[in-house]
């Protein structure tokens, strides 16, 4: 990585969400000039304010949905390099809000892509999306990157056409074949279940368990048997920042679909992270089952991320029994009131990577 990443002028949507959080506070600490824009962060408390990630960069509030909005970001600030985050990520509230779904994860992509085409600073599109964009056959298989995509719910659903857009604008207006003209490279990134400290999103498992364990309360489960691809968010992160400078040095050679999962014998069921995290926290708590209904959600989902290990080197640094650990120990120190700045800055810096 070396100093690659260090003055590059780099724009996070999302930045106030939990990945976008994360990412911004790495990218300043590796030097970047960073520019983010999204709308207020989604949780209270966030990471966005508890780290106190608007230090040290640009952060801008707006809406992805206001094609005006982000064409104006994108021309005041002339990024070189776009890491694409902001999106309503989550399934259970995309039930109840389809329309706002597709409007954000869909319109909002769109809206991007439109500004990007109709300036000329931008020269790298990283678009996040997920796993969940795979037309799932709940097969034991890890889908791999030309698979269709798919989603049974809106979110899940959402994100297949996001990717369908990223593909028609690299088709239409960013084809690597015509590099020499237009001077885009923009590919996908399709992550696993991504879970780390400073996530309070509603109806995730991580967040539900963290909020139970602060509260000195039993956890309530949804799905114990749902096997996921669980990875702590430095991981997909590492391969955005991987992804992002490979299709900056090499433009015409990376502009396709990446999956960043974890190892498969991290890919675990909901009942093994509750039982390994409230062993960990250590209070005698316990998990029970929630007997209401619940709206589908897909029982078993794998990436092969073989793609990214030979054409990348990219690969999972960390087990998920090191990233559990570290997610209590970030819970604890903001229990015990420490600057979380600090910690998670400090968590960044424990990752394998170079960091010059
Ligand atoms: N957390 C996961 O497990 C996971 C897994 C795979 C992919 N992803 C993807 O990673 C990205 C970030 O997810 P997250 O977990 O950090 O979510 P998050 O909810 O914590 O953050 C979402 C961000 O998007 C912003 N946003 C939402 N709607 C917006 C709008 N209309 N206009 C502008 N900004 C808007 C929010 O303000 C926030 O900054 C999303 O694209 C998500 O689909 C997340």
Redesign the pocket.
Known sequence: MSDFWCDKKVLV?????????WLCLWLTSLGAEVTG???????TPSL?DLARVGTGMTSLI????DFAQVKKVVTDYRPEIVI???????VRYSYQNPI?TY???VM?TVNVLEAVRMTDSVKVVVN?????CYDNKEWCWGYREDEPMGGFDP?SNS?GCAELVTASYRNSFFNPADFAKHGVAIASA??????GGG?W?ED?LIPDIMASCLKNTDVTVRNPHAIRPWQH?LE?LSGYLTLAQALYEQPTCFAEAWNFGPNDMDVKPVQWISDYILAKWGNGLSSLLDQNPQPHEATFLKLDCAKAKARLAWQPQWTLSLALDSIVAWYQAYQAGADMRDVTLSQIQSYPFNHS
């Open positions: 949507t999302g930045h106030t969400g939990f990945k976008g959080s824009f999204a709308r207020i962060p989604p949780t966005f707006g809406d992805v949905q694409h985050m902001a999106a309503q990520p989550l706002e409007a954000t994860n909002g996040v999306t997920t796993d969940k979110y994100k399709r992550a696993g279940n991504v879970i996530d999103a995730r968010v997909p």
